[in-house]
């Protein structure tokens, strides 16, 4: 106590001066090869977690053998930032509330730079504590045994890494927010092969659909940003793919095409994986194409695949004639 009270007198002389403070946060299931810091950015450090004694630490380590080396598998993030004068600090109570609002959106843009650059399919790594509990949470060090990810990067790896983390950092996460988490739960889900499925479709369906032909507007448009991106899938088994959505709704999975008659779990793991690496490929293709980034699914579509309306004469009802 009587340190804290000698920190907190020199926090008091800083009054009226600007502060660097920096939040932390534990990163389970990442190591770093070769390196024991990467900074993805001047303000955001990545480090390795080399002692096991370390009390900040619960829930963020696991141990694994390497090369034939015993080694600790947990990182902690650190987020420096330059706040305004203690003084405003304490009348605002809001020292906490700024580091832990950019800790979660760091740490999510993080997940994705690494989904995205890895094309990883499976969870990459998880995110634990926060210093708000850190390090007087507990006395001695917890082992995680049950980390959803598991991931070593090496330098060249983290390079990759950190141009999908400026690029997400820097563009209007607006227009694809849903796109972003469908994908994440699709893939952190993955233990539930039928919901994970259906979040792959809706991310497809966040980043290209319309109400006026649905599903041409879905596949057609989806074709066309996987060839961008040089994956190759026939157009009938796109269709065949994104008719399983219907047939899972409504509850007739095993008369779609793909699943083959009555072996659904048989078929599961290989449509899961599909539809995912679907999605990734789209949102890759899709953040590289300025023109169609900041607008809505439906307005991608227009512009994309330019398509006539056509009015029924009998019904009315409008759909969409593609060239």
Same mark, same amino acid.
């Given at each position: 106590?009587?340190?804290?009270?000698?920190?907190?007198?020199?926090?008091?002389?800083?009054?009226?001066?600007?502060?660097?403070?920096?939040?932390?946060?534990?990163?389970?299931? @990442?190591?770093?090869?070769?390196?024991?810091? &990467?900074?993805?950015?001047?303000? #955001?450090?990545?480090?390795?977690?080399? !002692?096991?004694?370390?009390?900040? /630490?619960?829930?963020?380590?696991?141990?694994?053998?390497?090369?034939?080396?015993?080694?600790?598998?947990?990182?902690?993030?650190?987020?420096? /930032?330059?706040?305004?004068?203690?003084?405003?600090?304490? !009348?605002?109570?809001?020292?906490?509330?700024?580091?832990?609002?950019?800790?979660?959106?760091?740490?999510?843009?993080?997940?994705?730079?690494?989904?995205?650059?890895?094309?990883?399919?499976?969870?990459?790594?998880?995110?634990?504590?926060?210093?708000?509990? &850190?390090?007087?949470?507990?006395?001695?060090?917890?082992?995680?045994?049950?980390?959803?990810?598991?991931?070593?990067?090496? $330098?060249?790896?983290?390079?990759?890494?950190?141009?999908?983390?400026?690029?997400?950092?820097?563009?209007?996460?607006?227009?694809?927010?849903?796109?972003?988490?469908?994908?994440?739960?699709?893939? &952190?889900?993955?233990?539930?092969? #039928?919901?994970?499925?259906?979040?792959?479709? #809706?991310?497809?369906?966040?980043?290209?659909?319309?109400?006026?032909?649905?599903?041409?507007?879905?596949?057609?448009?989806?074709? /066309?940003?996987?060839?961008?991106?040089? &994956? $190759?899938?026939?157009?009938?088994?796109?269709?065949?793919?994104?008719?399983?959505?219907?047939?899972?709704?409504?509850?007739?999975?095993?008369?779609?095409?793909?699943?083959?008659?009555?072996?659904?779990?048989?078929? @599961?793991?290989?449509?899961?994986?599909?539809?995912?690496?679907?999605?990734?490929?789209?949102?890759?293709?899709? @953040?590289?194409?300025?023109?169609?980034?900041?607008?809505?699914?439906?307005?991608?579509?227009?512009?994309?695949?330019?398509?006539?309306?056509?009015?029924?004469?009998?019904?009315?009802?409008?759909?969409?004639?593609?060239?």
């Amino acid at each position: 106590m009587k340190e804290v009270e000698n920190q907190f007198d020199d926090l008091i002389k800083t009054k009226g001066e600007k502060i660097q403070a920096s939040f932390f946060c534990g990163i389970s299931g @990442l190591r770093l090869s070769g390196i024991d810091e &990467y900074k993805l950015k001047d303000n #955001i450090i990545l480090r390795n977690i080399n !002692e096991i004694n370390n009390p900040g /630490i619960h829930d963020t380590i696991s141990t694994t053998t390497i090369n034939d080396e015993h080694k600790v598998i947990g990182c902690t993030l650190e987020y420096k /930032i330059e706040l305004e004068s203690l003084g405003k600090i304490l !009348e605002k109570n809001n020292l906490f509330e700024t580091g832990n609002h950019f800790i979660d959106l760091f740490t999510n843009l993080f997940k994705h730079s690494i989904i995205l650059s890895q094309n990883s399919i499976y969870p990459p790594i998880n995110v634990t504590f926060i210093d708000m509990s &850190y390090p007087l949470h507990n006395k001695f060090p917890q082992f995680n045994s049950e980390v959803k990810g598991f991931t070593i990067l090496e $330098k060249n790896q983290l390079d990759e890494v950190s141009v999908w983390f400026c690029l997400l950092n820097n563009i209007n996460l607006e227009y694809v927010n849903l796109t972003m988490e469908r994908i994440k739960s699709a893939i &952190y889900n993955n233990h539930n092969p #039928i919901a994970s499925i259906l979040d792959a479709f #809706i991310s497809w369906e966040s980043m290209f659909s319309s109400k006026i032909s649905t599903t041409n507007s879905v596949v057609k448009s989806i074709a /066309i940003m996987l060839e961008r991106n040089g &994956y $190759k899938i026939s157009k009938n088994k796109l269709q065949n793919l994104y008719d399983l959505r219907s047939d899972i709704v409504h509850g007739n999975p095993t008369q779609n095409k793909i699943v083959k008659g009555n072996n659904l779990n048989n078929n @599961l793991g290989a449509i899961q994986r599909e539809t995912i690496e679907i999605a990734l490929n789209v949102f890759k293709a899709l @953040l590289s194409d300025t023109t169609l980034l900041n607008k809505t699914p439906n307005e991608r579509v227009v512009n994309l695949l330019k398509p006539e309306i056509i009015e029924c004469e009998k019904c009315g009802n409008k759909k969409y004639k593609f060239n």
